[in-house]
């Protein structure tokens, strides 16, 4: 849809909003004010709401379902925990399928429209981690950044306050915020405090927080990351140095005499409301292999050859002996991987969206397995 149609939409339901509004028998100053919010909304290319039981018309639903939501909201999610590589677990909370509606109707209505930094590589449309790598290839240097628990230091508090920043009412932004935010259990804030690296009062204070899972959490850590990204950006500018950010992975490159002061960087990212992983700053020079989100920038973008040799390794196995058979030989007596179709294709796909031909070598060779034997 082009911009002079949206606008042409947003002007007609500006109209009639207002139309309405005038015909009220509301007092003047009170109509001067929902007029001049409805314009403030409307000049953002943003759905002009008032309340919840105006959303809940304007997503298609009954009022009384989404005031139920909004109390019942942290019961209303499936969570569980998956295994980290790199140890500790990462908590899926995932909501049903009513929520989801709801959460989606919000991202594309709301939180798509509003521009993300140009820094940022995750959850962007038409970027990826190969956008974000590219900014790095051939440099002296590279410092690798982990915000821990990313998504887990946003809370809803924050998420009230971009609402609020949008232009929408207390009110509205208070509902939104629980909507797109749940209070984990009991056990994950044990793990957290186990961890010992958030501080004791945020843990102490349990707050609801944006659940991994969720449609719309990634557009709003990239809408909550916009002036970190913005200080940051413009700090490597003057360094002479690049900068991109990946979700939670944060680097900067060039040459090793503009390099920032570590101590100025976390400063700056813990000012912005997030944390510092310690065990995963990486500075790395050019002599070594210099990665970035997965992928090794030194001379050009190229997947890791241990990659490259796993996948070359499977592809064989599975040709020459059966992919059952195969699993039952690697696996034993250990429980098969379910989805091993999916996982050897989905790195084949990683690796074609580094490396065209290599990647096509492999996906004629996955196309050869015989799936049934």
Not at 76 to 99: A, Q
Not at 222 to 240: A, G, Q, R, T, V
Not at 250 to 275: Q, Y
Request: with cysteine; aromatic share 12%; proline share 3%.
């Amino acid at each position: 849809m082009s911009n002079e149609i949206v606008n042409s939409v947003m002007s007609s339901s500006l109209y009639k909003i207002v139309e309405q509004i005038s015909k009220s028998n509301h007092g003047d100053d009170y109509k001067k004010s929902l007029i001049e919010y409805s314009q403030n909304l409307s000049s953002k290319n943003l759905p002009i709401i008032f309340d919840a039981y105006h959303l809940a018309y304007s997503i298609g639903i009954q009022p009384y379902r989404i005031i139920n939501i909004i109390k019942d909201r942290d019961h209303l999610y499936n969570t569980y925990r998956v295994r980290k590589k790199t140890g500790g677990h990462r908590w899926i909370m995932s909501p049903i399928e009513e929520l989801k509606t709801i959460q989606t109707w919000i991202k594309i209505n709301i939180l798509d429209k509003i521009q993300t930094h140009n820094s940022a590589n995750g959850f962007v449309k038409e970027k990826s981690i190969v956008t974000n790598a590219e900014k790095h290839i051939n440099k002296e240097t590279i410092l690798n950044i982990d915000l821990y628990r990313f998504f887990d230091t946003i809370t809803e508090k924050r998420i009230y306050q971009l609402f609020k920043k949008l232009g929408y009412t207390n009110k509205l932004s208070y509902d939104l915020s629980r909507i797109l935010c749940v209070n984990p259990p009991k056990k994950y804030w044990k793990e957290l405090k186990k961890e010992n690296k958030l501080k004791k009062k945020f843990i102490k204070m349990k707050p609801s927080i944006l659940p991994q899972g969720a449609p719309t959490s990634p557009i709003i850590s990239n809408l909550l990351c916009i002036k970190l990204d913005e200080i940051l950006f413009k700090y490597c500018e003057k360094s002479h140095l690049s900068y991109t950010r990946y979700a939670d992975d944060i680097t900067m490159s060039g040459d090793n005499k503009n390099m920032p002061e570590l101590k100025k960087i976390k400063s700056i990212i813990r000012h912005n409301g997030f944390t510092v992983n310690i065990k995963k700053i990486r500075f790395i020079s050019k002599h070594k292999k210099q990665t970035v989100t997965g992928i090794t920038v030194n001379n050009g973008l190229f997947v890791d050859k241990k990659i490259i040799k796993e996948i070359s390794q499977e592809l064989y196995y599975c040709i020459k002996y059966g992919y059952k058979s195969h699993l039952e030989y690697k696996f034993k007596k250990s429980k098969i991987k379910a989805n091993y179709k999916d996982w050897l294709y989905g790195k084949i796909c990683f690796v074609y969206s580094v490396e065209k031909e290599k990647g096509e070598s492999f996906f004629k060779k996955f196309n050869m397995i015989d799936w049934n034997i």
